[in-house]
């Protein structure tokens, strides 16, 4: 009788698990949404179709994009992959549901779980997604040209219509489509700004904190010297001497916002550098490098990833402020400290040239902080509820 029971309740397993892939098949997400999982089956399901109705709606543009230029192929994989993703995504999701769970999980499964009972922080990390996949995908998606000029006659300074959805600018310029290819050229700043950053403050606060002695002093007294110049000054100065560029705004900005995370690593280390695991590692004579790179670092991330996270989002401010004092991105290429200064001038007659970039700047700044925060308390034990 048991055996009967068991073999009904299998079957029913397997049943409902070939069902719920046959859904994910069909439209990925709609098993989950249907399960109740309402934040992980809507975002697949508004992923798969929305890159879907990129390939429907604007089928001669994907297939122009794949013999254009590189920007044209990367948005063209980025719709591939961001396809097959969606699809895998809830096909393996529906497969895992109906496994056999093991026991114990890792302390960054823990992490993930805090991370996503934070509703905010989950909204501001889907924003954030977001905002790089449109990014990728601009070369399909936007309307024009960045440096297309329309009639100046008749299109300059032309309000929200069906053509120009937010507007066109004093040369007749398609709003939405220089704020669309102004979001490539910030959060691209931002990110690599930000990983030359982390990266030389994550290798100097380690050895800094590790070695310690003379090594410690010298390292963290150059941490002072920079700290102690006005960032902003030493920046306008920099981009001031030089052509601006956007490769020179990101290394300058990437090589003058690590002494923050220096500081962080460095006091995790002299905190990690006395447990048992490093002491063990050093009795087996294990080398010093070895030591940093596999033992402390790692260990040391979660305040470093919360860190970037949140740099990301002052990089933005930063850049935004230096395209706004003309020492950034050079025009026409867009940006959106370029776009809110060309609309200070006729804030009252033409609004919407500050506006809508200048939103984009706080709404990516907040969803920054948004997803730094939820990080901080999801890594950190302590503030786990």
Known sequence: MSSDVGSLVVEHHQGTSRGGRLLSAILPGLPQLLAGRWGVGSAALLTWVGLLWIVVARPSRVASALGGAWDEQLAVGTLVVGLSTAWLWSWRDVAAAHEVKRVGVSVWELAVRAFSKNRTAV???????????????TPLVAPYDPAFQGDLLRERYVSA?????????????????RLLYGARISLLIGFVAVSISV??????????????GIVDGVIMRFVDMVI????????????????????????????????????????????????EFVQAA????????????????PNALGPVIVAATLGIGNTIVLEAGLSFLGLGVQPPTPSWGTMVADGR?????????????????????????????????????????
Do not use: C, M
Request: cysteine-free; glycine content about 10%; proline content about 4%.
């Open 228 to 275: 102690s110049f006005p960032r902003l000054v030493l920046l306008i100065t920099i981009i001031a001497l030089f052509e601006p560029s956007i490769f020179l705004i990101t290394a300058v900005l990437g090589l003058t916002l690590w002494p923050g995370t220096a500081r962080i690593v460095r006091g995790e280390v002299l905190s990690l550098r006395e447990r």
């Open 345 to 385: 001038n006729v804030l009252l007659n033409a609004w919407w040239l500050s506006t809508f970039p200048g939103l984009a700047i706080v709404f990516t700044v907040l969803s920054f902080n948004l997803v730094g925060d939820g990080l901080r308390d999801a890594l950190d034990p302590r503030l786990r509820s």
């Open 123 to 137: 909204a501001g990390l889907l924003v954030i997604v977001g905002l790089y996949v449109i990014a990728l995908l």
């Open 199 to 212: 990266t030389i403050g994550t290798l100097l606060g380690a050895i800094a904190g590790f070695l310690g």
């Open 161 to 177: 219509s069906a053509a120009h959805p937010l507007g066109t600018d004093q040369f007749a310029r398609d709003v939405l489509s």
């Open 282 to 297: 050093t009795a087996l004579g294990f080398s010093k490098t070895r030591i940093i790179l596999r033992h402390l670092i």
